[in-house]
T-cell receptor
Framework: SQQGEEDPQALSIQEGENATMNCSYK?????LQWYRQNSGRGLVHLIL?????REKHSGRLRVTLDTSKKSSSLLITASRAADTASYFC??????????FGQGTRLTINP | DTEVTQTPKHLVMGMTNKKSLKCEQH?????MYWYKQKAKKPPELMFV???????INESVPSRFSPECPNSSLLNLHLHALQPEDSALYLC???????????????FGEGSRLTVL
């Protein structure tokens, strides 16, 4: 199964700054998904980028995908306290089960 | 309706008890999942049901018994658990249609299980 490796493991920034986290994976994919998890809650699907796409936007989120480097990045602009959460990437290959990496723990300081 | 509902939110049980976790979705999704998550760790896949049939069992101990009575419901029956089974149990669903499997998962808020 496919598993993403997120980097950094932890990130602490000031409110209003941009946050960037990265994901690397090992094999070819159909799409790559990003999820957010607030402490003790369920995961929320943020954005999906297909293998033939290079960049996608959703509100303050920008995701890029470089299939040649097998990597993706998630940029959160103008961060808010509510963005404090763990972020997981999930590379998806066909019907393969979705496996989550260790995630990036993002802390937004007021 | 884009909601996955899990009950109970919290459950405390002894090692000899039998209890069940329940999950329900009304999005017409045909794949449903159980994940287990320990503190500060990522969710770990336990079971996947596809079209009400068990398609993946990640070598989960038999003290966890999944059941999918219909396409909207997923249960996890618990019996003779150990304290190390204490965790957040997450249910998820996805469309997983035959064509264009995007595979976005919709998660419930989880059931926090404590085994004494």
């Amino acid at each position: 199964s496919q598993q993403g490796e997120e980097d950094p493991q932890a990130l602490s920034i000031q409110e209003g700054e941009n946050a960037t986290m990265n994901c690397s994976y090992k094999t070819s994919i159909n799409n790559l998904q990003w999820y957010r998890q607030n402490s003790g809650r369920g995961l929320v699907h943020l954005i999906l980028i297909r293998s033939n796409e290079r960049e996608k936007h959703s509100g303050r989120l920008r995701v890029t995908l470089d299939t040649s480097k097998k990597s993706s990045s998630l940029l959160i602009t103008a961060s808010r306290a509510a963005d404090t959460a763990s972020y997981f990437c999930a590379p998806r290959r066909g019907a393969q089960k979705l496996v989550f990496g260790q995630g990036t723990r993002l802390t937004i300081n007021p | 309706d884009t909601e996955v509902t899990q009950t109970p939110k919290h459950l405390v049980m002894g090692m000899t008890n039998k209890k069940s976790l329940k999950c329900e979705q009304h999005m017409g999704h045909r794949a449903m999942y159980w994940y287990k998550q320990k503190a500060k760790k990522p969710p770990e896949l336990m079971f996947v049901y596809s079209y009400e049939k068990l398609s993946i069992n990640e070598s989960v101990p038999s003290r966890f018994s999944p059941e999918c009575p219909n396409s909207s419901l997923l249960n996890l029956h618990l019996h003779a658990l150990q304290p190390e089974d204490s965790a957040l149990y997450l249910c998820a669903s996805s469309q997983d249609s035959e064509r264009g499997r995007t595979g976005e998962l919709f998660f419930g808020e989880g059931s926090r299980l404590t085994v004494l």
